[in-house]
């Protein structure tokens, strides 16, 4: 009996952690580090706007959309970061749209 709980106990550790490692993927799927800005703007389908300017060639841009979610209206948002022309890293960000009649 114990043994069996122990493989159903690592059969849904296993699929949890296949779960997390998907939804990674698909969070980062339209983005590559070293990216310029064109082809950032390109692959979201969107266009960036610039936020700041950095020291040191660093430039911080903010990208927002629809997030195609049916039934809701979710809005995406999106920060990114470049340096010396390149993608250096992004932070995505969800909300939930207010209706609008509120």
Known sequence: MTRILALVCFALLSLSTARATDARASNVAPLAFGMTQQEASDALGTPLVLITVQRRGGE??????????????????????FRRGALTGWKKDWRVNKPWFF
């Open 60 to 81: 911080v841009y903010f990208a927002a959309r629809d997030a195609r979610v049916t039934g809701y209206p979710v809005g995406e948002r999106m920060v990114l970061q």
